[in-house]
């Protein structure tokens, strides 16, 4: 059955191609098998953005749920088979086995905010907590941490973001086959303006509300 979407998305930047783009460089994928059929994924267990994303690309196709085992939460994935789309994003760069060879797309600087937010949606956290506990007063503090299995891609992303004046980053080999880019207390404020209030207004739907809040509510208690 076909199902409507925008093929014509991955051709002209936008705010919502730019976000799409940086979710699916952090858990996207595409698949040619070998009869023909060219199809891109993203899984992810936040449902909400996957809505977010089908109605930026105005797609029809169903979201499935994948159960998972214990308790682990539900993966849900969003798959659309379309040639000319998954060409348009091998002429952005990313290849079907895109996890070390993850390259930063040519994006234009007044959209490298949703980029980087819709990176941080997919491979980010923010961590909030306090450090010295051992002391009479204890220190609340905040962290961002972006990971991936590419360092060269973080490494671009480091070098891109000090254009916007977000430094101090910190490159470093993860426990496991990834690496991690980490952000403290300042520089965790800056991006944070940066990816929610960067000039263009972020798009109904296109970022973690509970990823925001967080950064939110240090602010706050900071304030």
Not at 94 to 102: A, D, I, R
Not at 116 to 134: C, L, Q, S, T
Request: glycine share 8%.
């Amino acid at each position: 059955m076909h199902r409507a979407i925008n093929k014509d998305f991955f051709k002209k930047w936008s705010p919502e191609m730019a976000y799409v783009l940086g979710f699916f460089a952090a858990d996207g994928y595409m698949t040619l098998n070998g009869r023909g059929g060219h199809f891109w994924n993203i899984q992810i267990v936040d449902r909400d953005i996957l809505e977010g994303i089908k109605k930026a690309i105005q797609s029809e196709h169903k979201i499935s749920a994948r159960p998972r085992k214990g308790n682990e939460k539900i993966m849900y994935r969003l798959q659309i088979g379309s040639k000319e789309m998954c060409n348009d994003l091998l002429k952005l760069g990313f290849t079907p086995n895109k996890t070390k060879n993850l390259a930063i797309p040519n994006v234009p600087k007044k959209y490298f905010a949703h980029f980087v937010r819709g990176y941080f949606d997919g491979d980010g956290n923010v961590w909030v907590g306090y450090v010295h506990k051992e002391r009479e007063t204890k220190l609340r503090t905040i962290r961002t941490v972006f990971t991936s299995c590419s360092n060269a891609f973080l490494d671009a992303m480091k070098e891109q973001l000090e254009e916007f004046d977000i430094h101090k980053g910190v490159l470093s080999k993860g426990k496991g086959n990834y690496y991690r880019l980490t952000y403290s207390v300042n520089s965790s404020l800056k991006l944070s303006d940066f990816m929610y209030n960067h000039k263009a207004s972020v798009p109904e739907g296109l970022f973690l509300k509970r990823k925001r809040n967080r950064f939110r509510e240090f602010i706050e208690i900071r304030s």
